[in-house]
């Protein structure tokens, strides 16, 4: 790693890690890749973080896929059960002709007994691709992918409330406020070049809020860092904005001519004093004014959130509460103020905005509308398939398609590039689901634990190996290209699902990304004077881009928003405990997340050298008073139960972590945290509750 002297060639393209969107060197040597460097992107200006500058070494691992598997007649039943470096006993290889052919036998005809999980780690085009695949193909919506396990309520909220789910302003914009709030975030291990910006921002003179259950870096940055009880999102908005209100700090010229419902959300927040709430929030009614006060005062300010505002059964509220505290104080559509969900894939913004969801066709369009539908019924009218009879209903999301199989419901399965045997919750029903599938379909680029489950394997190109655009958590298109070819006989994605299509019968003609990308340029008026060509130029544009010259808009709805009469909405929100509350079996919290060296399930960095060498064992974080309570040592075992599963691991002494909390990364197969969590969903976002599940923590012996 890091030779500089071995490299001939050098390749721009995007860290294929968070939704920061880095733009990198990949400096290269026949088929290697050797260093990465940062380079001046609009997202990072030459800054990497530890994921992007050492993580790339993943794509040469003698784990890759490198041919097309089939399930052997005489392979064990379906289990996690596969040593992804010795698969010979369960799959045998096969040409891509067979494989294709045996993957689409399984799917051809079945209509509604099929479903498909996208990826947020493949490119625009293949996530359009991806969602066409199945809505042309089977006559469906049946398609997601992993934003409904992050950011699926914060979109439900945007939508309903701003008319959009993308972000308000680039987190670059932070440079232009003066106050900014960061809640049930941690970017320093999260979106860590996005972090760096927020400590900038804090070193010539801003003030930054830092709300969370569960201490962070950044708190050393913080003017206000409050560590309230978990769950208590809602109340202690309310009680923010109930000063607000009171104090009257309201904007209320931008209230009067940008918003509507207000009354309604004023007369809701009365019953939020913060003295009233105190015991529920655990913060103290004097530092909660103090809070308000400091954000309504401020010229421009902006708000980032994370999953600890997404990830539970009250998520949508959660985010409708930000909305309406930037809303009250006309915080939208100038420099330096806004909403930012921070996004967490590479991709996750563009797979959304492509239509990798179920119930909206690309750039967010209603699949109960007859008008979109009969755009589409045109648009892909000469290639066959059910193109004029997509149903006017909502498809299935990720957890609901599981739920399905259970039920009988759906049979067959293309699963590309996610791991839902290893992210979703109550992941042993996940598992099962998997396992009683009588055809699945698995495209990746490593034997995942969802691979195991598979009848037909196809592998697939990583990032750095293929041609693409991904769209940014600042809503920047940014060009991908391929450094390295892929090994052995791996493909890129957007050529298997091509493939793939024309053996279920789907006349398509594709022969580039940019084929695709112009077929989407049709009906995305986001991606309205972004060219390809302009992409292979210019590396990244924003969107909204107003002409072919403009490099993008990186604030909108300074004029209006796209909502009726061009007005935002507040909605009212209360308070909703956490579905499953501690009582004495299962006192504590447990509450879930990733660390900075390993990426989400851990396919890609746990096979990194360097990152698996800083973080080579299962991990869970709890505080020093806990684990002496508990009569661990720091770096001694404990044994994490909740009513789904039990997991055994090494335990942290953190004093971030409250007292009554325990903090568990999901990146690790063998102290798998989704074995742990609550299915319990978010009913508007119908995102899992990952944030709060009641557990009983004991000591225990190493495994
Ligand atoms: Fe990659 Fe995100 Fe790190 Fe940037 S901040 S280098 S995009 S992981």
Known sequence: VGDSAAWDRETKSICPFCGVGCQVSLKSRGDRIVKVDGIDGPANEGRLCVKGRFGFDYIHHPHRLTMPLIRRDDAPPKGLNVDPGDWSSVFREASWDEALEAAANGLRGRGRAVAGFGSAKCSNEEAYLFQKFIRQGFGHNNVDHCTRLCHASSVAALLENVGSGAVTATFNEIENADVAIVIGANPVENHPVAATYFKQFTKRGGKLIVLDPRGQALRRHASHMLQFRPGADVALLNAIMHVIAEEDLVDRQYVAAMTENWEAQREHLRGFAPEKV????????????????????????????????????????????????????????????????????????????????PMFLPDYASVLSEDVRARYADLWAGDGGHAGEILAEKGLTVTEILDGVHAGDIGAMYILGENPAMSDPDVDHARAALASLDHLVVQDIFLTETANYADVILPAAAFAEKTGTVTNTNRQVQMGRPAVPPPGEAREDWWITTELARRCGLDWRYTHPRDVFGEMKQVMNSLSNITWTRLEHENAVTYPSLSETDPGQPIVFADGFPRPEGRARFTPAEVVPADEVPDADYPMILTTGRQLEHWHTGSMTRRSAVLDRIEPEANCSLHPATLRRLGVAAGGHVRLTTRRGTVTLMARADRAVALDMVFLPFAYVEAAANLLTNPALDPYGKIPEFKFSAVHVEAAEAV
């Open 278 to 357: 105190a015991d529920l929030t655990g913060i103290d009614a004097e530092t909660v004014r103090d809070v308000a006060r400091t954000f309504a005062g401020a010229r421009s300010a902006m708000i980032f959130w994370g999953m600890g505002i997404s990830q539970h059964v009250h998520g949508t509220d959660n985010s409708r509460c930000l909305i309406s505290l930037a809303l009250m104080c006309g915080q939208i559509g100038r420099p330096g103020a806004g909403l930012h969900p921070l996004r967490g894939q590479n991709n996750v913004q563009g797979a959304s905005d492509a239509g990798l969801i």
